[in-house]
């Protein structure tokens, strides 16, 4: 980007578009929350807008989708807890109830898809359960042609405030999970290269990132919370949260010092 002013402009332009992309992508997989691909959502804008050469002559709106859809479509795969074993068997069962379902001309039962692949009914139910808890795919390239609108001048007042309490709350997460934040979201690296890198398990790396990703959406519900004690969704404990909120507080000016330090709320 020449500017920096120029930047920030793209990415306040443009924040509707991961409002509506997750939207979009929640309606289709409902298993991930809403926030957390807003959240995912915001931080692609974020490094598009910082990546972006408009020299190629590619419209920033659509190179920021697709790296929107990129970042869902990661936030996905690292959600998707089926085995190879498990993707198997629901493969198998589900090929196996809609074979007779074509041969009955209706639904199959448990018990006949149980009988037809030698095996118990409980497995059949564990199976068909599984099956519809599977990711949908983001292949669907229809949101390729979603156009981005022109939010309002207030609305863009409220968007750069969104998007700075978001960049200091990146700031302010604990030193491993920000090291993971910023490693999938905005370095781009794979999952299994920074477990590599930090000596865990790609599964260790994965949990992090969703939490992570929770205590972002904690900041977020914290600083625009109105009434009452806003929502907790983040799993540390008390004391770790609230060192987040401090760092916060002490970096992010007058407001975000009401907002998020310690006397803001009382428990």
Same mark, same amino acid.
């Given at each position: 980007?020449?500017?920096?002013?120029?930047?920030?402009?793209?990415?306040?332009?443009?924040?509707?578009?991961?409002?509506?992309?997750?939207?979009?992508?929640?309606?289709?997989?409902?298993?991930?929350?809403?926030?957390?691909?807003?959240?995912?959502?915001?931080?692609?804008?974020?490094?598009?807008?910082?990546? %972006?050469?408009?020299?190629?002559?590619?419209? %920033?709106?659509?190179?920021?989708?697709?790296?929107?859809?990129?970042?869902?479509?990661?936030?996905?795969?690292?959600?998707?807890?089926?085995?190879?074993?498990?993707?198997?068997?629901?493969?198998?069962?589900?090929?196996?109830?809609?074979?007779?379902?074509?041969?009955?001309?209706?639904?199959?039962?448990?018990?006949?898809?149980?009988?037809?692949?030698?095996?118990?009914?409980?497995?059949?139910? !564990?199976?068909?359960?599984?099956?519809?808890?599977?990711?949908?795919?983001?292949?669907?390239?229809?949101?390729?042609?979603?156009?981005?609108?022109?939010?309002?001048? !207030?609305?863009?007042?409220?968007?750069?405030?969104?998007?700075?309490?978001?960049?200091?709350?990146?700031?302010?997460?604990?030193?491993?999970?920000?090291?993971?934040?910023?490693?999938?979201?905005?370095?781009?690296?794979?999952?299994?290269?920074?477990?590599?890198?930090?000596?865990?398990?790609?599964?260790?790396?994965?949990?992090?990132?969703? !939490?992570? &990703?929770?205590?972002?959406?904690?900041?977020?519900?914290?600083?625009?919370?109105?009434?009452?004690?806003?929502?907790?969704?983040?799993?540390?404990?008390?004391? &770790?949260?609230?060192?987040? %909120?401090?760092?916060?507080?002490?970096?992010?000016?007058?407001?975000?010092?009401?907002?998020?330090?310690?006397?803001? %709320?009382?428990?």
């Amino acid at each position: 980007m020449s500017t920096l002013v120029e930047r920030n402009r793209l990415i306040v332009e443009n924040l509707p578009l991961v409002g509506y992309l997750a939207a979009e992508t929640h309606a289709r997989a409902t298993h991930i929350p809403r926030e957390d691909l807003a959240a995912v959502g915001a931080l692609a804008l974020v490094t598009a807008a910082d990546a %972006f050469d408009a020299s190629l002559g590619v419209p %920033f709106g659509a190179y920021a989708r697709r790296r929107i859809l990129g970042a869902f479509a990661d936030e996905m795969r690292s959600m998707d807890w089926a085995s190879r074993g498990i993707r198997r068997r629901i493969k198998e069962t589900v090929a196996v109830s809609d074979t007779l379902a074509a041969a009955l001309g209706r639904a199959p039962s448990v018990a006949e898809i149980a009988t037809a692949m030698a095996t118990s009914e409980q497995e059949v139910i !564990e199976a068909l359960a599984d099956a519809a808890r599977s990711v949908s795919s983001l292949d669907d390239g229809r949101e390729l042609d979603l156009v981005a609108d022109m939010p309002l001048p !207030e609305e863009s007042a409220v968007l750069a405030e969104r998007r700075a309490v978001l960049e200091h709350a990146v700031a302010a997460l604990p030193e491993r999970m920000q090291l993971i934040i910023r490693a999938v979201y905005i370095e781009e690296r794979p999952v299994k290269d920074i477990a590599a890198e930090l000596g865990v398990s790609h599964s260790a790396v994965s949990q992090q990132r969703s !939490e992570a &990703v929770r205590l972002l959406r904690d900041a977020m519900e914290r600083y625009f919370h109105e009434n009452g004690e806003p929502p907790i969704t983040s799993r540390v404990s008390a004391t &770790v949260r609230d060192a987040f %909120f401090e760092r916060i507080a002490a970096t992010g000016g007058d407001l975000m010092a009401r907002a998020f330090g310690r006397h803001a %709320f009382i428990s």
